[in-house]
């Protein structure tokens, strides 16, 4: 019994990834990537901003990506070294003030870990 709850649980979680991924190839494929470091907090991201369609995908720089899964394999997932959604959220509308931009986040949801989209307003 608690190995086809453990099957389920495992082919729940496999297929989100799939349609994380594929959201994501759907939705931001071709966008150029632009690397920011926040110099509030010398993080580094990777942005792809959609600035018609008014979001974002933001996820951490391939340092800070890896230095999370790692986190997460020494640990054998015991303990949840993910960066919190708002830190993603904050970037995102950190990166756009830096670029001139004054806007406020209407929306954040996890596309695909590390991957986050973040719809926004702008004034």
């Known amino acids: 019994m608690f190995k086809k709850i453990g099957l389920v649980a ?3 979680a496999g297929l989100a990834g ?8 759907k939705n931001y494929s071709g966008v150029k ?3 920011w470091v926040n ?16 979001r ?5 720089g391939i340092g800070g990506a890896a230095l999370q899964g790692a986190g997460q394999g020494i640990t054998l997932g ?10 993603y959220q904050d970037a995102a509308i950190a990166w756009l003030a830096s670029s001139g931009r004054h806007c406020s986040a209407t929306q954040t949801f996890l596309v ?11 004034r």
């Open 10 to 12: 495992l082919l729940v």
């Open 18 to 25: 799939c349609a994380g991924m594929d959201y994501a190839m």
């Open 33 to 35: 990537v632009v690397t």
């Open 39 to 54: 110099p509030s907090t010398n993080a580094q991201w990777r942005i792809f901003d959609k600035p018609a369609e008014n």
């Open 56 to 60: 974002m995908m933001i996820t951490l």
């Open 78 to 87: 015991a303990a949840d070294t993910r960066t919190p959604m708002i830190l």
């Open 112 to 122: 695909i870990e590390p991957q986050y989209e973040v719809r926004y307003i702008c």
